[in-house]
């Protein structure tokens, strides 16, 4: 993998995946970061290449040296972390019943202090905005490590903007009637969110493809431009992550999976109607809840997920016609799935049993789903 930092030289238009007209919804919306496939469009542009391999996207901040972030992980309540009921027996409430087709609840460790839990839950405190929203890779890799984040490690470094790196610039637009000074009736109006990253931010990505740097991108619904440099550091500190990942993935033992891009978790679905649909959901379809190893999850509000689909015209290989495709919602980045022991994604096979190609290895391809792997910290793990 080539390792890239792209920083945008103005403000980026990353419209979400709501439907947008000026007659129905005036209102555009914007997603930072962007999405594998808006990423893979623009590299398109710059390479002529139809398939890519991407890792990420990520964020990158540059002071001294350029350090990779990603997002928090969301099983934490201010700076305690929770974990699923069943693994803390000593809970007061380790006897309470739930649906055991769903998730188990998440509670807090029985040895949290009493100074934790009024500093975590004192009139919303995990909602402050010294609490970093993004980690840089040093704290993540002790996480993976050791399957916790100190307290100081969640406090935001002065002026690094490290709770939220980008800041929101709402601009209208008018069309006005001809001859005169007024705003047209239909279509005369409509208002867009663009982002503006702060100074010294950027975000990276890792690809299978060489660059020669610098060199410029457009990204977006409105093509701003954006330098793409290299950046091998930031491919060293994820080899870093991805190495201990790698190694937790093979213990046997309780384990936490920590989404650090969207995860698209999909499946054909046949409805009463005998109509072909898509149905998705916050976890793998191959994790089952009951009597499987998947335990619980922590999560947010999905992430709005609009693409296309490239196909073959009249079975030619130079025409590709383009297609918008079925509108997914994924897991968002920082999403924590709580499992007995370690067990891998369908979607990380490329070929299946009969030499086909996996259709949803496509979503591996564009950065969607990545996991690093933490094995779970608990007293009684600690003592053996």
Same mark, same amino acid.
């Given at each position: 993998?080539?390792?890239?930092?792209? =920083?945008?030289?103005?403000?980026?238009?990353?419209? #979400?995946?709501?439907?947008?007209?000026? %007659?129905?919804?005036?209102?555009?919306?914007?997603?930072?970061? &962007? +999405? $594998?496939? =808006?990423?893979?469009?623009?590299?398109? $542009?710059?390479?002529?290449?139809?398939?890519?391999?991407?890792?990420? &996207?990520?964020? !990158?901040y540059e002071n001294t040296e350029n350090t990779l972030y990603l997002p928090r992980p969301l099983g934490f309540v201010g700076s305690t972390q929770l974990v699923p009921l069943t693994w803390e027996t000593k809970s007061h409430i380790h006897n309470a019943l739930w649906g055991k087709t769903q998730p188990c609840p998440l509670v807090r460790p029985h040895n949290s202090k009493d100074e934790d839990e009024e500093e975590n839950y004192n009139s919303g405190k995990e909602q402050s905005p010294e609490f970093r929203q993004y980690l840089p890779s040093c704290v993540v890799k002790e996480y993976l490590k050791t399957g916790k984040i100190d307290k100081h490690c969640w406090t935001v470094a002065d002026g690094t903007h490290e709770n939220k790196p980008w800041t929101i610039e709402t601009r209208s637009h008018n069309s006005i009637e001809p001859g005169t000074k007024q705003v047209k009736d239909a279509d005369g109006y409509f208002v867009e969110n663009a982002i503006r990253l702060h100074k010294n931010w950027s975000f990276a990505i890792g690809i299978n493809h060489e660059i020669t740097t610098p060199a410029t991108i457009r990204l977006g619904g409105e093509g701003h431009r954006v330098i793409v440099e290299s950046c091998p550091e930031l491919g060293e500190q994820w080899q870093e992550l %991805? +190495?201990?990942? #790698?190694?937790?993935? %093979?213990? #046997? =033992?309780?384990?936490?999976?920590?989404?650090?891009?969207?995860?698209?978790?999909?499946? &054909?679905h046949t409805n009463k109607h005998n109509q072909k649909v898509s149905l998705c959901r916050p976890y793998p379809w191959e994790w089952k809840?009951?009597?499987?190893?998947?335990?619980?999850?922590? =999560? #947010?509000? &999905?992430?709005?997920?609009? !693409?296309r689909i490239r196909e073959k015209e009249d079975n030619t290989k130079s025409i590709t016609k383009s297609i918008t495709a079925p509108q997914v919602f994924a897991a968002p980045p920082g999403t924590l799935y709580y499992l007995e022991k370690p067990q891998g994604l369908f979607q990380d096979t490329e070929i299946l049993p009969n030499y086909k190609k996996n259709r949803v290895n496509n979503w591996r391809q564009l950065g969607y789903s990545e996991m690093l792997w933490i094995k779970y910290q608990g007293k009684s793990e600690e003592k053996s």
């Open positions: 993998m080539y390792w890239y930092k792209l =920083t945008p030289l103005d403000i980026l238009m990353l419209r #979400d995946a709501k439907p947008f007209s000026p %007659q129905e919804r005036a209102w555009a919306g914007s997603i930072f970061p &962007p +999405n $594998g496939h =808006t990423i893979a469009g623009a590299l398109r $542009g710059l390479l002529g290449k139809e398939t890519f391999n991407i890792v990420g &996207p990520f964020l !990158c %991805q +190495n201990i990942s #790698d190694s937790n993935f %093979q213990a #046997d =033992t309780k384990s936490i999976a920590y989404l650090v891009t969207p995860g698209v978790f999909e499946r &054909p809840l009951k009597d499987g190893i998947f335990v619980s999850m922590s =999560t #947010d509000k &999905p992430v709005p997920i609009s !693409c």
